[in-house]
């Protein structure tokens, strides 16, 4: 064990310790899907993980619905060896939305050998922010993440229903953006969640109601380390999804669950600080450094290969759609929302890139892994930043982001800077998990195909 993992071993018992109330013991690593994989542990068993928790090396790689990823080289030609996961040091924190006392104390991964595995999403993330840190430079963090309510059960064809207001009784309408009552009729989840939110240490600001029938946005502080980001992201939308049920809704961060309207977004906001903490990106005035520009030019440079990571399911591609505030051009601009990155105005000291073409269905650590590591790449070979885009970015006849799924994949796979950033292991299992998903799906033959097709044709 090294002195850090001994360190938050310390950390971990010393706060069971002081939480007697606490019966059982979550513990879990990220998958690349960016869904929490681990074992329950009852109390009395916590003090056995200081020799770490073994989990599959193949665990990181498995499909959406649980499934090994067929020819995965961490399966069977490794024998589906273990590898041991220790405390990341973030945490434990309780898990308010369940009725027996449990917290969750979250995990990444070694190999047998002590070695950081190179398969988990939270170390790729752990090597870009190494890669700053040799620079002198620290990145500083925020995540808007955008969800829906629906009604804890499925209408008779499966398919969700906006939740019942608290107020009226009536099914919420789309069409309430920025509306107060909205957020007043959902106050006591709202609350309960910003309750959370505090109890775990996620740093909570501004909820707004969109556009969506009851959809909702919360964003998060910025953070001066992209892995509490990252962490905080995770863990939000485990909270939002348990205190949903426990308030008899259903929470999804899936990216388009009603065609006709708005998606759910994750737009990532950085600026970068020196290790005097001044802002590189601020020169004082509203355009913002070269350093900005050059790691504009990266995002941009890494736009297309890293859409797969932006967009990893069939889903995302129905919010990746012109004219819907979901990006499809490569382009950015300043106060521009129909670019690919927007950059706010404001104060200068607060200087910034946001990063608009995420889903809420993403892996936080991949994507904050593939816009900051296209940014350094950026700043580093200085690349020459285009010119802004003004007005309509979908109009306006530049490159486009891929807009389905395979050419994602295709994109990613033979992706210059996604090697650079992402080691081998990673983008191997990423794209067995992904191939394998885009084949499940491809042979299922959906309800309005039948409907359509099957006696007019």
């Not at 850090?4 to 513990?27: F, H, I, M, S, T």
């Not at 804890?152 to 969700?160: C, F, M, R, S, Y």
């Not at 994109?411 to 990673?426: D, E, L």
Request: proline content about 5%; hydrophobic content about 40%; glycine content about 10%.
């Amino acid at each position: 064990m090294t002195a850090g993992a001994d360190k938050n071993e310390q950390q971990l018992q010393q706060w069971l310790q002081d939480n007697p109330e606490v019966a059982r013991l979550q513990v879990a690593i990220c998958d690349l899907n960016g869904v929490m994989r681990g074992k329950l542990i009852p109390r009395e068993q916590a003090a056995k993980l200081g020799s770490g928790v073994r989990m599959p090396l193949s665990a990181f790689g498995i499909d959406i619905w649980g499934e090994d990823v067929i020819g995965s080289e961490q399966v069977f030609e490794t024998g589906d060896g273990d590898g041991i996961c220790e405390f990341t040091g973030r945490g434990p924190f309780m898990l308010p939305w369940l009725d027996t006392p449990t917290a969750m104390a979250p995990l990444w991964m070694l190999d047998e050998q002590g070695v950081d595995n190179t398969g988990d999403p939270r170390r790729a993330l752990a090597t870009v922010c190494a890669n700053y840190q040799a620079l002198g430079l620290r990145p500083v963090v925020a995540t808007e993440l955008e969800f829906y309510l629906f009604d804890a059960d499925l209408d008779d064809n499966g398919q969700p229903q906006p939740p019942s207001s608290p107020h009226t009784g009536l099914p919420a309408e789309g069409g309430a953006l920025y509306a107060l009552d909205e957020l007043e009729a959902y106050e006591h989840f709202l609350r309960d969640v910003y309750e959370g939110c505090e109890l775990q240490g996620i740093a909570a600001d501004a909820a707004i109601a969109e556009n969506g029938n009851g959809q909702f946005e919360i964003n998060l502080l910025h953070v001066d380390d992209p892995l509490r980001a990252a962490d905080d992201a995770v863990m939000f939308k485990r909270l939002v999804k348990g205190l949903a049920r426990k308030h008899g809704y259903r929470a999804s961060f899936m990216a388009k669950p009603y065609g006709n309207r708005s998606g759910n977004g994750m737009h990532l906001h950085f600026s970068v600080l020196d290790n005097d903490g001044n802002n590189i990106f601020d020169d004082g005035g509203e355009e913002g450094t070269e350093l900005l520009k050059h790691a504009v030019a990266g995002c941009l440079s890494a736009a297309a290969e890293s859409t797969l990571i932006f967009a990893p399911h069939l889903n995302s591609y129905r919010r990746m759609r012109p004219n819907t505030h979901a990006p499809t051009a490569i382009s950015w601009g300043y106060e521009n929302r129909t670019a690919l990155i927007r950059i706010p105005g404001g104060s200068n000291k607060a200087r910034r890139i946001e990063h608009r073409a995420a889903g809420a269905d993403t892996n936080p650590y991949l994507v904050l892994a593939a816009v900051l590591g296209a940014a350094y790449e950026g700043i580093q070979q200085k690349m020459p930043c285009p010119d802004a885009t003004e007005g309509d970015a979908y109009t306006a006849g530049m490159d486009s982001l891929p807009l389905s799924w395979q050419d994602a994949l295709d994109a990613f796979q033979s992706g210059a800077m996604m090697k650079k950033i992402f080691n081998t292991t990673v983008m191997t299992m990423f794209i067995g998990c992904k191939e394998q998903e885009i084949e499940a799906l491809t042979t299922q033959v959906s309800d309005i195909e039948i409907r359509s097709y099957l006696d007019s044709v």
